[in-house]
């Protein structure tokens, strides 16, 4: 499969994709063959960065105190949670988990993690959402630029990914070179790399799939 190939696919996607009245994601489909899913060593569950973004909004959360809660809401933080306001969320259930759906990404200050795992944890946990731990004196900018631009990749009970690569309004080389960051994904992590590609789709959040192989 070359670039070409995946660029007609992301072309076709686009093209086959009825107008809608808000920006769609464009996403990637692919399965796998020869992947024993049950074989816990099979599975995997990264993040991506996409080296021309996501093309949609991401929210990202800080839990901190002190000056990294300061310099995480002078960066753009979305969410900045205090410890006493993480306490109190850990006594209201309806609201911890609104909050867990609302935000795509969670950074905390390494020494509240204690309390995150214990008020928050079990609402984050199930959702694959629990926090990087970054030190008190981390600088939250280049955190923040970072998890802007980066996916989650996860393979658990089927040998299928499906991946955010961009948006209907980004140029089809942008999204061709985000699939190929995903595509690298499988280089690194399966015996045969993307050898092991059983077939392969490009789709609009609301349209039909585009073969690409």
């Given at each position: 499969?070359?670039?070409?190939?995946?660029?007609?696919?992301?072309?076709?996607?686009?093209?086959?994709?009825?107008?809608?009245?808000?920006?769609?994601?464009?996403?990637?489909?692919?399965?796998?063959?020869?992947?024993?899913?049950?074989?816990?060593?099979?599975?995997?569950?990264?993040?991506?960065?996409?080296?021309?973004?996501?093309?949609?909004?991401?929210?990202?959360?800080?839990?901190?105190?002190?000056?990294?809660?300061?310099?995480?809401?002078?960066?753009?933080?979305?969410?900045?949670?205090?410890?006493?306001?993480?306490?109190?969320?850990?006594?209201?259930?309806?609201?911890?988990?609104?909050?867990?759906?609302?935000?795509?990404?969670?950074?905390?200050?390494?020494?509240?993690?204690?309390?995150?795992?214990?008020?928050?944890?079990?609402?984050?946990g199930p959702r694959k959402k629990m926090p990087k731990p970054v030190p008190a004196t981390a600088k939250p900018d280049p955190i923040i630029e970072r998890l802007k631009n980066t996916i989650k990749i996860r393979i658990k009970d089927q040998p299928v990914i499906q991946a955010l690569v961009?948006?209907?309004?980004?140029?089809?080389?942008?999204?061709?070179?985000?699939?190929?960051?995903?595509?690298?994904?499988?280089?690194?992590?399966?015996?045969?790399?993307?050898?092991?590609?059983?077939?392969?789709?490009?789709?609009?959040?609301?349209?039909?799939?585009?073969?690409?192989?």
């Open positions: 499969m070359n670039k070409q190939e995946i660029l007609e696919g992301v072309k076709k996607a686009k093209e086959d994709s009825k107008p809608r009245n808000f920006t769609q994601s464009i996403d990637v489909v692919i399965n796998i063959k020869d992947l024993d899913v049950k074989k816990p060593e099979n599975r995997i569950d990264e993040e991506v960065f996409l080296p021309e973004g996501r093309g949609k909004d991401v929210k990202i959360a800080f839990i901190a105190d002190g000056e990294l809660a300061l310099q995480a809401k002078n960066a753009g933080a979305d969410l900045v949670i205090t410890k006493s306001e993480l306490e109190e969320l850990g006594k209201n259930r309806n609201e911890a988990k609104k909050m867990a759906n609302k935000y795509n990404f969670f950074v905390a200050q390494a020494d509240l993690m204690p309390l995150v795992g214990r008020f928050l944890g079990p609402v984050l961009g948006s209907q309004e980004m140029d089809d080389e942008q999204i061709a070179d985000n699939i190929e960051a995903v595509l690298g994904i499988l280089d690194r992590n399966l015996e045969k790399g993307r050898n092991q590609i059983k077939s392969m789709y490009v789709k609009t959040s609301m349209g039909p799939v585009a073969r690409v192989i």
